[in-house]
T-cell receptor, first 114, second 112 residues
Framework: NAGVTQTPKFQVLKTGQSMTLQCAQD?????MSWYRQDPGMGLRLIHY???????DQGEVPNGYNVSRSTTEDFPLRLLSAAPSQTSVYFC?????????????FGNGTRLTVT | RKEVEQDPGPFNVPEGATVAFNCTYS??????FFWYRQDCRKEPKLLMS???SGNEDGRFTAQLNRASQYISLLIRDSKLSDSATYLC?????????????FGGGTRVLVKP
């Protein structure tokens, strides 16, 4: 099993550009989520999904879109990149009833917006 | 006030010593608690869940104090490989499902 796979590992964007961060998991996890991690802020939830076809907003959803057409994939789209979106992004998944199930994280995507 | 707060550290620990640190949470409805470990420039990984009666996993002991709303992590006989950032995670169930909130992390540096 590959676990949670995120691509790309690094990305530099100019302000206003759009891009999609990819996330795929092969553990048949129903719950998937995107976090951003900034110094001193901890991980903050952007969007999450409890199953295919279902998505919902987290703590900091503005400027990001998600979709969940399959159980395996949960891409995160930046619509018009801003310097404030410079961060490290982590995708995570877990089994149903994720409150007591551990989160499995991808390796992260380091995004810089200039 | 942040929902989950941790002392950012760093805690400088001599190899072989014991170190302990806490995490406070503000919402009394929080139901489950975890410690994650994050190495520099890596993804977080689950270290251990925290149970009401306290629990131990090798050199690591986690405790929960619901009355004072904090959890703690104690590391005995510290190894150089224990150097990492330890993230406290608090889960609360609500109408919209589970809500996991991460603390900012406590950095531990174990030195020879």
């Amino acid at each position: 099993n590959a676990g949670v796979t995120q691509t790309p590992k690094f990305q530099v964007l100019k302000t206003g550009q759009s891009m999609t961060l990819q996330c795929a998991q092969d553990m048949n996890h129903e719950y998937m989520s995107w976090y951003r991690q900034d110094p001193g802020m901890g991980l903050r939830l952007i969007h999450y999904s409890v199953g295919a076809g279902i998505t919902d907003q987290g703590e900091v959803p503005n400027g990001y879109n998600v979709s969940r057409s399959t159980t395996e994939d949960f891409p995160l789209r930046l619509l018009s990149a801003a310097p404030s979106q410079t961060s490290v992004y982590f995708c995570a998944s877990s089994r149903p009833g994720q409150g007591n199930s551990p989160l499995h994280f991808g390796n992260g995507t380091r995004l810089t917006v200039t | 006030r942040k929902e989950v707060e941790q002392d950012p550290g760093p805690f400088n620990v001599p190899e072989g010593a014991t170190v302990a640190f806490n995490c406070t949470y503000s919402n009394s409805a929080s139901q489950s608690f975890f410690w994650y470990r994050q190495d520099c420039r890596k993804e977080p990984k689950l270290l251990m869940s925290v149970y009401s009666s306290g629990n131990e996993d090798g050199r690591f002991t986690a405790q929960l104090n619901r009355a004072s709303q904090y959890i703690s992590l104690l590391i005995r006989d510290s190894k150089l490989s224990d150097s990492a950032t330890y993230l406290c995670v608090v889960n609360r169930e609500g109408a919209a499902g589970n809500k996991l909130t991460f603390g900012g992390g406590t950095r531990v540096l174990v030195k020879p």
